[in-house]
């Protein structure tokens, strides 16, 4: 599908179908989904913490917004049926260990066309349940295009189907927290550098501040 602000009727498909592999394995409780921005750039953070947070934070958010959220996922993913898969969906493809300009350019674009981008700043799974670091694209994408940043927090997927596990833990409560919209800027009494680190370490809390306190880690 084309199209950053897409929602067909595949859009509500996929979406609906997202929703349904979500509530058969466990107990899903959503807040915070009202009042979203239906149009105009958006950018969306999340704590990644299981494979099933994307179709969870895809399957609600999308007829939220009612519009398809363009998520950016690792390189590696995108072989065999997977891939194809992801690359029907807008997936934007990141390459692991450092920057990706490609990556960057085309979620600006993204933006620039009034879409919405869902990223999880950890840049992976995290492998205890808590937050990690943000990787340093996600402050220098939201600081440069002055764009919108949704929180959202994601509690206890990892106890639902955590990572290594092949069978899910059914029946497990998950919930999904929506923060509001803000936009930020570079500290201008800081270096750049400083000034990137520190517009991260606010999009961390903002998502700490949505999940249960033991995936908090640090931003406790």
Do not use: C
């Not at 921005?37 to 179709?55: E, F, K």
């Not at 300009?101 to 879409?115: H, I, M, N, S, T």
């Not at 799974?125 to 220098?140: F, K, T, Y």
């Amino acid at each position: 599908m084309t199209g950053s602000s897409d929602w067909s009727l595949y859009t509500r498909v996929v979406a609906f179908l997202a929703r349904l592999l979500v509530r058969a394995l466990g107990r899903v409780r959503v807040e915070g989904l009202t009042d979203l921005p239906r149009t105009g750039p958006l950018i969306v953070v999340a704590n990644h913490i299981s494979n099933l947070d994307p179709p969870l934070v895809g399957g609600w958010l999308a007829p939220a917004l009612r519009r398809r959220p363009r998520f950016l996922a690792k390189m590696s993913l995108f072989a065999g049926p997977l891939g194809w898969f992801l690359r029907s969906q807008g997936v934007i493809p990141v390459r692991a260990g450092g920057s990706d300009v490609d990556a960057y350019r085309a979620a600006k674009a993204v933006l620039d066309a009034g879409g919405v981008i869902v990223i999880f700043p950890e840049g992976t799974r995290s492998r205890d349940g808590q937050l990690q670091d943000a990787r340093p694209g996600v402050a220098l994408l939201a600081t440069r295009t002055g764009v919108p940043i949704l929180p959202v927090g994601v509690s206890n997927t990892d106890m639902l189907l955590g990572r290594g596990k092949r069978l899910p833990r059914f029946g497990t409560r998950v919930v999904m927290r929506a923060g509001r919209p803000y936009t930020m800027g570079l500290d201008p009494s800081l270096p750049r550098r400083a000034a990137l680190t520190d517009a991260n370490e606010q999009i961390m809390r903002s998502i700490a501040a949505l999940i249960d306190e033991r995936h908090r880690g640090r931003y406790a």
